[in-house]
């Protein structure tokens, strides 16, 4: 389609903030419009296309068949122009936002992070924790962390290290049986979170029946965070990622009493809209913690 054949801009930037927020109400709030002025706006564009973009419902509104088409195209295509305004300038500085979870914001990346702040002073960063997948079309994140196989469409994902996970538990534990010295010895301590999926795959991994879980408490204790200050406590045996507690380890806070690894396939991953490969502060952050990582 040429330009001239092209609906006005106004009109497809109210489509995809409506499509976004699939609200008429949240597009002129952002917009700094009124609503009637936004509903002016997708009118325009429906007669344009010759078809209807939303249904409109009481108090709400949801796309048609064909606004759902049309809606990713829309969004890629002002995520191109943004990343190309931004690539226009190779002056690092302004806002990064990186979305990560918890476990790895505060066990890998925050005895880490302060040398990329050092080299890069002229950057804020800004890291917003959360175990959800960020959602980049409805959140202004410049990059995410994520843990799972790298096969999300639509973003560039880089391998960071592989989801790892083994037993781990306080000295002073493990000396209150006279020592850990074989798998099933941990069958004699108490176990945090028997329900985690990974015990099955590790008690597999060392050649034991995943079946002698069965009938513990079933606690949870939501990251591995928490986790390993529970077994660093000496509360009970808990089934970690290395690469999150090397200075626990260093210190004999925690010991790894074997050097079997549980693997399920997935990895840690920086991820990032494939539109914004070159906007110079995401590749310096990405350059920064593939080396971080030992990836470069």
């Given at each position: 389609m040429s330009a001239t054949k092209l609906p006005p801009l106004s009109a497809i930037r109210v489509f995809e903030a409506a499509a976004r927020h699939l609200s008429f109400t949240k597009a002129a709030a952002e917009l700094g419009m009124t609503?009637?002025?936004v509903s002016y706006?997708?009118?325009?564009?429906?007669?344009?296309?010759?078809?209807?973009?939303?249904?409109?419902?009481t108090r709400q509104v949801s796309l048609t068949q064909a606004g759902a088409r049309?809606?990713?195209?829309?969004?890629?295509?002002f995520s191109k122009l943004g990343s190309a305004f931004e690539a226009l300038s190779n002056d690092i500085s302004g806002t990064l936002r990186v979305s990560i979870g918890p476990t790895f914001a505060s066990n890998w990346l925050a005895?880490?992070?302060?040398?990329?702040?050092?080299?890069?002073?002229?950057?804020?960063?800004?890291?917003?924790?959360s175990p959800k997948f960020v959602d980049f079309s409805r959140h202004p994140a410049d990059?995410?962390?994520?843990?799972?196989?790298?096969?999300?469409?639509?973003?560039?994902?880089?391998k960071l290290f592989d989801a790892t996970f083994t037993p781990m538990l306080s000295?002073?534990?493990?000396?209150?049986?006279?020592?850990?010295?074989?798998?099933?010895?941990?069958?004699?301590?108490?176990?945090?979170?028997?329900?985690?999926?990974?015990?099955?795959?590790?008690?597999?991994?060392?050649?034991?029946?995943?079946?002698?879980?069965?009938g513990r408490t079933q606690s949870r204790m939501g990251?591995?965070?928490?986790?390993?200050?529970?077994?660093?406590?000496?509360?009970?045996?808990?089934?970690l990622t290395p690469a999150f507690n090397q200075h626990e380890l260093e210190?004999?806070?925690?010991?790894?009493?074997f050097d079997i690894i549980g693997r399920t396939g997935s990895a840690y991953w920086l991820v990032y809209q494939e539109a914004r490969r070159n906007v110079p502060k995401i590749r310096l952050f990405r350059d920064w913690i593939l080396s971080a990582a030992g990836q470069r």
């Open positions: 609503q009637a002025a706006q997708i009118k325009v564009l429906e007669e344009k296309v010759g078809q209807p973009l939303f249904l409109r419902k049309f809606a990713p195209e829309v969004s890629d295509a005895s880490r992070i302060g040398h990329f702040q050092i080299e890069n002073p002229g950057l804020a960063l800004r890291l917003e924790q990059l995410a962390i994520r843990a799972g196989l790298g096969d999300w469409p639509g973003l560039i994902c880089h000295p002073k534990l493990a000396e209150s049986i006279g020592g850990v010295s074989t798998p099933s010895d941990i069958l004699k301590l108490p176990i945090i979170d028997p329900t985690d999926p990974w015990w099955n795959v590790w008690f597999a991994a060392a050649g034991l029946d995943p079946d002698l879980l069965e990251t591995q965070s928490v986790e390993a200050q529970i077994a660093i406590a000496g509360g009970g045996v808990a089934i210190l004999k806070r925690l010991i790894q009493p």
